[in-house]
């Protein structure tokens, strides 16, 4: 598929990074379920890896700092567990795959697991006034994971997110995780988001006509 976006991401510093991580799916508006790419790099070696999705289990073993493992079409979340630190990318594919012109490819890298936090502010991008891109990103989405304490007391500007905002936080377990997973709709400008008890993540993404962003 022709697809020219150039992607580029700000790596983590090796020590920074960790054995456990949890993808979320992007929510685009594919009519064809091509879904997302997950790439895991070992930063030593011999690093045992198991990816656990919906639909199918990996287990592999990265033998040099460098070595990717790539795996495709992950349509549900991916937990990730590994004996050493690793980093992990998850990649939003062009629109024409998924049968769209709504969304073109963008990049994110995940946090670990336990760099997740209590307290986040920020900002979903506004389109520029120029008329060539007054809609150039028309839908925001946050990809929000926590774990089981943070569930119920998880706040978006203020507003209990279990109690109105996405409910099915409470419920959304990914299997034996320890993980709790909601999408979210996200207007541009400031958002804050906390909790009183345990911890969060989350990804911020924007899509428009072949275009996107994530981070």
């Not at 996405?166 to 979210?184: G, Y």
Request: hydrophobic content about 35%; charged content about 15%; overall charge negative.
């Amino acid at each position: 598929v022709d697809s020219k976006d150039h992607l580029a991401e700000w790596l983590m510093p090796d020590q920074t990074l960790g054995p456990e991580y949890i993808t979320t799916p992007f929510y685009t508006d594919a009519r064809i379920p091509a879904g997302d790419i997950i790439r895991i790099v070992a930063v030593q070696p011999s690093t045992r890896v198991s990816v656990y999705t919906e639909r199918q289990d990996y287990a592999f073993t990265l033998n040099n700092p460098g070595d990717v493992q790539t795996i495709s079409g992950v349509t549900s979340p991916a937990w990730i567990r590994a004996d050493k630190a690793v980093t992990v990318g998850q990649y939003m594919l062009t629109g024409s795959v998924g049968g769209s012109s709504g969304y073109d490819p963008s990049l994110t890298i995940i946090a670990p697991a336990d760099k997740f936090i209590t307290r986040s502010v920020f900002q979903a991008p506004f389109n520029l006034g120029e008329p060539a891109f007054a809609t150039q990103f028309q839908k925001h989405f946050l990809n929000l994971v926590c774990d089981s304490m943070a569930r119920t007391s998880i706040r978006l500007d203020g507003v209990n997110i279990s109690k109105s905002i996405a409910p099915e936080i409470l419920t959304s377990k990914f299997r034996s995780s320890p993980f709790f997973w909601a999408v979210i709709p996200i207007t541009p400008g400031k958002h804050e988001l906390s909790c009183d008890t345990g911890f969060f993540s989350g990804t911020l993404y924007g899509m428009g006509y072949t275009d996107s962003y994530a981070h």
